[in-house]
């Protein structure tokens, strides 16, 4: 029988909750006990796919090709396991689902409400996965905040729950925020209570709330809430900001909230214990040490459309910090914005860092500010890592240097361009006249040997993500293999280009897949770790340079 951890969130949004659960999830699994984990968002959108960055971060693609909210990509890389389509429910699917069934006819002439009809699916869905992962304990996070209407079905969902399985079969965890009056130079449980009673008064006891704070929580504080809002102790857990999103399993450790959580699923001792006797979490503590450790910073430029919000490149901010730590570095990432380097802005920030990644992106604008990123690393031989959209802007403006000209284009920016070096592939288009839309999740695509994709991986296939529409066009591959494009992966049948790399180069790869939905703390991904390398390589070089150009000074 599986065992459900329903987590709410109060008070503010952008709590951390999905990192909450995610670690959560982790200290179950550290100590041997089964999870899976799944995010209901209460939104109407089917999936994030549709939404812009700004609204909802990044979209988070899992290996059958689902459009995701990024939480999803905290769970994979917390509890390092893939997680598929079930995992995220939204709204959205809810009402398309049972309304799509009403029309059939489905609920032979019934009215179709919102309890049970909707609450019914949700229910569904969630033991959806139960059933799919056999994981013993199912991690459910509710998206959005406690009072937000679109949450009610949701909420009412999990609610019912605990009848339908039992009471010892389920755990409701909420995290809310305690904020910190500087005037008093206090942090204030008010609003802690108050999202309590709006739970309870929809019919949920929390059994465990989590505090996040800025500043460090008080035992009296504590008890307070645990009298309060009529909880133990122990499971009134504070949860300091942290450096670093990595740091925050060790802190619930710390605050033996696993513990707690198993005692209260039945688990026994020796399970809810394991981890005090064992070291479970030490690969995990020495990821911690590894990113809190003293390190030479590399600087890498991230040039993208949505820059203000870091969210919008969170895995790829994730995945170049995973590979750098294991090679004994830090990133500091300087985020680009490519309209300003469209518009003749900014340029001098590439001249200030060590390495560009120019990650995914849909539509025009901003196109022509990464192809200036990409013409400055080719030039002035900066390492270089385009992601989808990065490595059609790269082939863009390697064909623009070889014909020498601006017209070569992709048919997504310049629909008549001449020289449509990115185009949808033939039998692709009758595709898209009927609404059908992009190549998503994982497909195999086989490496070249003798390339630096072959040398990052070191193995034939890889399996990688993908999303996207366009592809790189093979009427130009000749041609443009000659000028020294090298294409150093492809899909089996050899038609579809996945990795384009420079051959007079140090280090300029492209790939049309995200290998940063992949990467994990614990296991960075190949191509980061080799563009790691080439930046380091590439340091290195500049330094000995100086040095040599600072012993001639010395000489003349
Ligand atoms: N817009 C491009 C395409 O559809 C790239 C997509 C992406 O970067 N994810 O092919």
């Not at 009673?197 to 800025?214: A, H, T």
């Not at 039945?266 to 040490?289: C, F, I, K």
């Not at 590894?290 to 040039?303: N, S």
């Not at 192809?371 to 623009?400: D, T």
Request: a negative charge; proline letters at 4%.
């Amino acid at each position: 029988m599986t065992n459900y951890i329903f987590v709410t969130g109060g008070v503010v949004s952008s709590l951390g909750k999905g990192v909450t659960a995610a670690a959560l999830g982790r200290l179950l699994k550290s100590r041997g006990v089964t999870v899976s984990i799944q995010k209901l968002d209460p939104y109407l959108n089917v999936d994030p796919g549709t939404m812009s960055p700004y609204q909802h971060g990044e979209v988070f693609v899992t290996e059958d090709g689902a459009e995701t909210d990024l939480d999803l990509g905290h769970y994979e890389r917390f509890i390092d396991e893939n997680l598929s389509r079930a995992s995220n429910v939204t709204s959205g699917q809810i009402y398309a689902e049972v309304i799509g069934r009403e029309r059939r006819g489905d609920y032979l002439g019934g009215t179709i409400q919102v309890i049970p009809h909707v609450t019914n699916e949700i229910k569904r869905r969630i033991a959806a996965v139960a059933k799919a992962s056999e994981a013993q304990v199912v991690i459910v996070e509710v998206g959005g905040t406690v009072g937000d209407i679109e949450g009610l079905p949701f909420l009412e969902a999990i609610r019912q729950m605990r009848k339908d399985v039992g009471r010892d079969k389920t755990l409701y965890l909420h995290v809310t925020w305690m904020p910190y009056v500087a005037a008093s130079g206090e942090l204030k449980t008010k609003p802690t209570q108050h999202s309590v009673r709006e739970l309870r008064s929809i019919g949920i006891q929390p059994d465990v709330i989590v505090c996040r704070s800025d500043h460090p929580v008080e035992d009296s504080l504590r008890e307070k809430i645990a009298l309060f809002c009529d909880v133990d102790v122990e499971a009134v857990v504070p949860l300091v900001t942290a450096d670093t999103v990595y740091a925050v399993p060790l802190e619930l450790e710390q605050s033996r909230l696993a513990h707690y959580v198993l005692s209260r699923l039945g688990y026994s001792q020796a399970v809810a214990t394991a981890a005090e006797h064992g070291d479970h979490l030490a690969e995990w503590r020495a990821l911690v040490a590894r990113a809190r450790e003293d390190k030479p910073m590399l600087k890498i430029g991230v040039v993208g459309k949505y820059v203000e919000l870091e969210d919008a490149y969170m895995s790829v901010r994730e995945a170049l910090l995973h590979a750098a730590w294991a090679l004994g570095y830090g990133v500091e990432i300087t985020w680009i914005s490519s309209e300003d380097l469209e518009k003749g802005r900014s340029a001098h920030l590439l001249e200030t860092v060590d390495g560009i990644v120019v990650p995914g992106g849909f539509g025009y604008r901003g196109i022509e500010g990464k192809i200036v990123a990409a013409r400055f690393a080719r030039q002035q031989k900066v390492p270089y890592l385009g992601l989808c959209l990065g490595m059609q802007v790269l082939c863009i403006e390697f064909a623009r240097h070889v014909f020498d000209s601006d017209e070569p284009n992709s048919v997504e920016f310049d629909p008549t361009t001449r020289v449509p070096v990115i185009d949808l592939m033939p039998d692709q288009r009758a595709v898209e006249e009927l609404g059908g839309t992009m190549r998503l999740g994982i497909y195999p695509c086989n490496l070249v040997a003798g390339t630096r994709a072959a040398a990052a991986y070191q193995v034939n296939t890889v399996m990688e993500r993908h999303r996207h529409r366009f592809e790189f066009n093979n009427a130009y591959r000749a041609i443009l293999e000659k000028a020294g494009l090298v294409f150093s992966g492809l899909s089996p049948d050899g038609r579809l280009v996945e990795i384009a790399e420079l051959r007079d180069h140090p280090w300029m790869l492209g790939s049309q897949f995200h290998p940063e939905f992949k990467s994990r703390p614990t296991a960075p991904r190949p191509l980061f770790l080799g563009f790691i390398r080439a930046v380091e390589a590439h340091v290195r070089g500049r330094a000995q340079l100086a040095e040599s150009g600072a012993v001639k000074h010395v000489r003349d």
